[in-house]
């Protein structure tokens, strides 16, 4: 497993894609990668909603983030993962903290790869559980 500790110690190509992007934006922090497993967290201050609580489009972003990892850790060099489908059950709020995520593979085939992400708060409720399809291309040169 890659240990991630520090968001400078991430991957070349994960760290080329992420300047100034949405995970950026977001706070998202990788703390282990592999193509089984991804782990990351993210601050829910700066991603709420109007009421205060965590926004679900944020949780969705944690999610996207997580697979999106795992699959192109799974494609390898070479290929492209595209997200094609994400669904996210949302059963309790939160209002403070940072939320864990973590991604594991349910399928990992030729040219599709699909994770199920259980994102919890601080006291390790579950405050979404959330299933992510990405679709493996090879990648275009020129």
């Not at 094609?84 to 864990?100: D, F, L, P």
């Not at 594991?104 to 299933?131: F, K, P, W």
């Amino acid at each position: 497993m890659t240990q991630l500790p520090d968001q400078t110690e991430l991957p070349d190509w994960f760290t080329k894609l992420s300047a100034g992007s949405l995970n950026q934006k977001m706070g998202i922090q990788l703390t282990s990668a592999t193509a089984d497993r991804v782990v990351g967290t993210m601050p829910v201050e700066g991603n709420t909603q109007p009421y205060g609580v965590l926004h679900g489009g944020a949780s969705c972003v944690l999610v996207e983030t997580l697979g999106s990892v795992a699959s192109a850790l799974h494609a390898g060099p070479g290929n492209l993962v595209l997200g094609v489908e994400i669904n996210a059950s949302h059963h309790r709020s939160a209002q403070t903290g940072t939320i864990t995520g973590v991604a594991t593979a349910l399928h990992r085939g030729r040219t599709m790869a699909s994770y199920e992400v259980a994102l919890t708060d601080e006291q390790d409720r579950r405050i979404c559980t959330a299933r992510i399809t990405c679709a493996i291309r090879p990648a275009r040169s020129g």
